[in-house]
C-alpha cells in the first residue's frame, strides 16, 4: 500500500507543476481513498487549492490537517491564511492562537497577530503582537525576501506607536514631575524611556564572575566617593608624572593582547595594537616596581582607594593611551564586585565615553566611577593623544564580609586552575 501512495504522490508532483490541476487532484484523492489521514497530501490539496483561488476548499483541507494532527505550528498557519482571505476573523484569530500555542516565537503568525488586531482596531496590542515579531526576526539579511516588507511594516508601526505613548506619556507627568522638582528622578525617567523604546534596557553583564543583587548602575554618583577628591586636587601632579614616563618612551604596551589561537570578535582591529595602550603601575594584584617608582605620587594616591583584593586579578591602575581617531568598541567586563574610576588627564575635543545609555565628555581633572559590566565603549575622533587614569575599586555595597569572601574565592580558583587570572578583572 506505501508503495501504491508513494507512486500516486509523485503522479500528483508531477501533475501540480505542470498545472493540471484535474490530474493532481485525482491522484491526491486517490491517496486520501486509501489514507483519509494522510497528512502531506491534506496539506498539498490546501496549498494547491490556496494558490489556486479556491479558498474554502483549501480551509477544510487545512481544518482537516489541524483535527487530525495540529502540531506544527505552520499547520495553523496554512489555515489562518485561507481563513484571512476568506475574511473569517473568528476562524482566523482561532488559527493564529492555534500556531502560537504550539509555537509562540512563529514569525509568520506573530505578524498575522498583529496584522489581524491593527485591523480590528486594537491599537495596543498591534503593537506587542509586532513587537514581539521584529523581536524573533533574524536579520534582515537572513530573512527570506517574502517577510521583509511585513518585518519592516511591524518595525515602523511599533516605533511610532512608541513614540505616540511616550509623548502621551511626557505630557501626562509633566505637572507630576514639576511637583517634585529638585528630587532625583533619573532611575523613574529612565524607566519611561525604556519603556516607550527611547532607551534600551542594559544589565550587568559579568563575563566571568557576576556577583547577584548588585544594582546595575551605569554611573555612580560621583558624592558617594568623597576620596576622589584628593584624586582631582593631584590632576596635575599625576599628569606630570605621565608626561616624563611618556617622554621616557618605554613601558607602553598594547591593551589588548590577545595570542592568535583565540577568537577576536569585537577586538580585531585593536589587537596588540598602539592605538589602545596602557602603563600598568599595578597589574593583575601585581605592582610593577620599575612603572611605580616613577609615579610616586600616583601611587600614593591609589594607595588611599579602597582597591579590590583579588590576588592574581586586582587591583589594577594604569594610564590609558587611546590614539587620535581611534575607537574601543562596545564590550563588557569580567566582574561586577570592582568598579572602574577614570580620572582624565589629556583630553582633546571629539572623545566621548558610553555607559549603557549614558554618553558622556571626560573633563581633565574630574573623576567618575562606573560599572564595566554594562556595556560601555569609547573614542578619540580628535587628532590627538587622550590619557587617562584608570583603576578599579570595591563595588561600595560589599560588606567587608563578603570581600573577604571574594578574596577567598580568588585564592580558591587559583589553587584549583593552577594558574592565576582564572578570570581576569
Known amino acids: 500500500?506505501?508503495?501504491?501512495?508513494?507512486?500516486?504522490?509523485?503522479?500528483?508532483?508531477?501533475?501540480?507543476?505542470?498545472?493540471?490541476?484535474?490530474?493532481?487532484?485525482?491522484?491526491?484523492?486517490?491517496?486520501?481513498d486509501i489514507d483519509p489521514g494522510h497528512i502531506a497530501t491534506l496539506t498539498n490539496l490546501g496549498r494547491f487549492s490556496l494558490r489556486g483561488g479556491d479558498l474554502v476548499y483549501a480551509k477544510r483541507a487545512f481544518q482537516r490537517v489541524v483535527d487530525l494532527d495540529g502540531s506544527d505550528a505552520q499547520q495553523w498557519v496554512n489555515l489562518a491564511l485561507a481563513c484571512k482571505g476568506l475574511k473569517d476573523e473568528a476562524g482566523e484569530e482561532a488559527a493564529i492562537k492555534g500556531a502560537l500555542t504550539v509555537d509562540p516565537m512563529d514569525l509568520l503568525a506573530l505578524l498575522m497577530r498583529g496584522t489581524l488586531l491593527e485591523q480590528q482596531g486594537k491599537k495596543q496590542k498591534a503593537a506587542v503582537a509586532f513587537g514581539a515579531a521584529v523581536a524573533v526576526s533574524p536579520p534582515a539579511d537572513r530573512l527570506h525576501p517574502d517577510l521583509l516588507p511585513a518585518v519592516q511594516y511591524a518595525s515602523q508601526f511599533k516605533r511610532e506607536y512608541d513614540a505616540e505613548?511616550?509623548?502621551?506619556?511626557?505630557?501626562?507627568?509633566?505637572?507630576?514631575l514639576d511637583a517634585h522638582q529638585g528630587e532625583?528622578?533619573?532611575?523613574?525617567?529612565?524607566?519611561?524611556?525604556?519603556?516607550?523604546?527611547?532607551?534600551?534596557?542594559?544589565d550587568s553583564q559579568s563575563m566571568m564572575h557576576h556577583y547577584p543583587g548588585l544594582a546595575p548602575i551605569a554611573f555612580f554618583e560621583r558624592n558617594d566617593f568623597p576620596w576622589l577628591d584628593a584624586f582631582e586636587a593631584a590632576t596635575d601632579t599625576i599628569r606630570d608624572e605621565f608626561l616624563d614616563v611618556l617622554a621616557d618612551e618605554k613601558g607602553f604596551v598594547p591593551y589588548i593582547t590577545y595570542p592568535d589561537d583565540v577568537p577576536l570578535n569585537q577586538w580585531a582591529q585593536l589587537n596588540n595594537s598602539p592605538d589602545w595602550s596602557a602603563y600598568h603601575l599595578i597589574k593583575q594584584g601585581v605592582r610593577i616596581d620599575a612603572h611605580a617608582e616613577k609615579c610616586p605620587a600616583t601611587m600614593s594616591l591609589l594607595a588611599t582607594a579602597p582597591q579590590p583584593n583579588q590576588p592574581g586579578r586586582t587591583p589594577a591602575a594604569m594610564f590609558s593611551l587611546l590614539k587620535p581617531k581611534t575607537s574601543i568598541p562596545p564590550h563588557t567586563g569580567v566582574s561586577n564586585v570592582r568598579l572602574v574610576t577614570h580620572l582624565p588627564l589629556i583630553v582633546p575635543s571629539g572623545c566621548g565615553f558610553r555607559v549603557g545609555n549614558e554618553t558622556r565628555e571626560w573633563v581633565p581633572g574630574k573623576a567618575w566611577v562606573f560599572d564595566d559590566t554594562i556595556e560601555h565603549e569609547a573614542w578619540n575622533r580628535s587628532d590627538q593623544l587622550r590619557v587617562v587614569l584608570i583603576f578599579d575599586i570595591w563595588h561600595p555595597h560589599l560588606s567587608q564580609a563578603e570581600r573577604n569572601m571574594i578574596t577567598a574565592f580568588a585564592g580558591a580558583v587559583t589553587a584549583f586552575t593552577g594558574e592565576a587570572g582564572g578570570y581576569d578583572a
Open 1 to 32: 500500500m506505501s508503495n501504491e501512495i508513494a507512486s500516486l504522490e509523485r503522479q500528483a508532483e508531477r501533475a501540480a507543476a505542470a498545472g493540471q490541476r484535474e490530474a493532481a487532484f485525482k491522484a491526491w484523492e486517490r491517496i486520501l
Open 165 to 176: 505613548f511616550g509623548k502621551f506619556l511626557d505630557a501626562y507627568l509633566a505637572p507630576h
Open 184 to 202: 532625583n528622578l533619573k532611575r523613574f525617567r529612565d524607566s519611561v524611556d525604556i519603556m516607550v523604546g527611547r532607551k534600551r534596557r542594559f
